[in-house]
């Protein structure tokens, strides 16, 4: 079936240091979505992907959607503490006019200050 | 502060109970979604309502029952559950146009445990 492998698992960095997690769809994806989620709350929309090499940036965070549309990176620069959280990416596709958004596992960021 | 409110925010419940999680949201969207979270894992879709008719449930067992009475308002009916049933159950709104493709926006959630 369809995956978004998502590595790595965890990170562990000191404050100011970089940050990058990845994912990576077996199938092309329509686009693909990231979220943010703090211990104890719920996802939180950062942003989406949908253009073959798109790349967008919001302040310290830059977000990569590779050519074939198979994978896509989000890279943190000097990283803060309230950047802790698992980040997720889940990725929509279309196949057969069967919608789906598939999940990644997760990248949990820890952050030493 | 959430624009999608979820009410209770915590549910204890025994095995033979029933009872209902709510989801409200004000934003216009016409998509909604009950997701079902265990701890260090993914979101986990339950069932999609897309301009209030159910168009996706995914192969979720009977003892969850989803209502959708206006496209603001989206239930969640609980009956017999099991302990593993136990979870963070968010529920989520987003443009009903192509639902899934949309960016979603999540509610705090309901922590349920089932004794």
């Known amino acids: 079936g369809q995956q978004v492998m998502q590595i790595p698992q965890y990170q562990h960095v000191q404050e100011g240091e970089d940050f990058t997690t990845y994912c990576n769809s077996s199938?092309?994806?329509?686009?693909i979505q990231w979220y943010k989620q703090r211990p104890g709350g719920h996802p939180v929309f950062l942003i989406q992907?949908?253009?073959s090499g798109e790349v967008k940036k919001q302040k310290r965070l830059t977000f990569q959607f590779g050519e074939a549309k198979k994978n896509s990176s989000l890279h943190i620069t000097a990283t803060q503490t309230t950047d802790v959280g698992t980040y997720f990416c889940a990725g929509s596709s279309n196949a057969g006019n069967n919608r789906k958004l598939i999940w990644g596992l997760g990248t949990s960021l820890a952050v030493n200050p | 502060d959430t624009e999608v409110t979820q009410t209770p925010k915590h549910l204890v419940m025994g095995m033979t109970n029933k009872k209902s999680l709510k989801c409200e949201q004000h934003m216009g969207h016409r998509a909604m979604y009950w997701y079902k979270q265990k701890a260090k894992k993914p979101p986990e879709l339950m069932f999609v309502y897309s301009y209030e008719k159910l168009s996706i449930n995914e192969s979720v067992p009977s003892r969850f029952s989803p209502e959708c009475p206006n496209s603001s308002l989206l239930n969640l009916h609980l009956h017999a559950l099991q302990p593993e049933d136990s979870a963070l159950y968010l529920c989520?709104?987003?443009?009903?146009?192509?639902?899934?493709?949309?960016?979603?926006?999540f509610g705090d959630g309901t922590r349920l445990s089932i004794l």
């Open positions: 199938t092309t994806l329509s686009n």
């Open positions: 992907l949908v253009k």
């Open positions: 989520a709104s987003s443009q009903g146009r192509a639902p899934l493709n949309q960016p979603q926006h």
